[in-house]
Each structure stands twice: as structure tokens, then as C-alpha cells.
């Protein structure tokens, strides 16, 4: 079975950093998937915001984070890291790490294959 596991949330100041984890399992074969980190804030749509390709490390970051989270993956590929920076209170969601065998050109909801459980983030002003 396919098990994607975030965590790592948490609550956090203005200006501060989190890494969020998303343990990975199950993808068959692995190369031919992407994990995808989305976000939801209440009342709000859930948007990609970065994406890593396993067949080549390839990685893609939205306009909202870039330069400020950057996306990883280790050698095993077992588990897909994101790393937030600077972060700010519109940064508050719910984020959840998915698979897609679509690449990391179409990240959205309706392109993910498999999900996790989310993982909430808060950051106070």
C-alpha cells in the first residue's frame, strides 16, 4: 500500500523556520512519481507550492515560496523534506505532501494519485 506521512508542523513566530517531513512508502516504481507539497488555509483552496521529481531531482517552488521553502528529498527516498523560512502569517495552512505520476508541471488537487494526512502550521505576527 501507499503510505505518504506529513509532519513536522507546528507554531512558530514571524521570521521563523520550520522543516515539514513527509515519509514516503509503497510508490512502485518510485521513479515514476513526484511529491508535491499543498497548502489550505481556511476557506481557501488547496495550492501546490513545491514539487520534486524522484526520477531526477528536478524541483519546483511556487511564486508564494520562492526563495523562502525549498524542497528535498533523500537518497533513499523515503522521505521528501520541506524547508520554510522567513516565514509569515499568511504561511498559516494545513500542508499535506501527495503523489502524482504527472511530473511536477500540473500540480493540482485534481493530478495527485495518492495523500497524506496533513500537518498544520501556524505563524504568529
Known amino acids: ?58 524541483t519546483f517552488n511556487s511564486e508564494s515560496v520562492k526563495g523562502r521553502f525549498s524542497i528535498s528529498s533523500d537518497n533513499a527516498k523515503n522521505t521528501v523534506s520541506l524547508d520554510m523560512n522567513d516565514l509569515k502569517p499568511e504561511d498559516t495552512a494545513t500542508y499535506y505532501c501527495a503523489a502524482t505520476d504527472r511530473g511536477c508541471g500540473l500540480i493540482n488537487f485534481y493530478a495527485m494519485d495518492y495523500w497524506g494526512k496533513g500537518t498544520q502550521v501556524t505563524v504568529s505576527s
Do not use: H, M, N
Request: proline fraction near 3%; glycine fraction near 16%.
Open 1 to 58: 500500500d501507499v503510505q505518504l506521512q506529513a509532519s513536522g508542523g507546528g507554531l512558530v513566530q514571524a521570521g521563523g523556520s520550520l522543516r515539514l517531513s513527509c515519509a514516503v512508502s509503497g510508490l512502485t516504481p518510485v521513479d515514476d512519481y513526484s511529491i508535491v507539497w499543498f497548502r489550505q488555509a481556511p476557506g481557501k483552496e488547496r495550492d501546490g507550492i513545491s514539487c520534486i521529481r524522484f526520477f531526477d531531482g528536478k
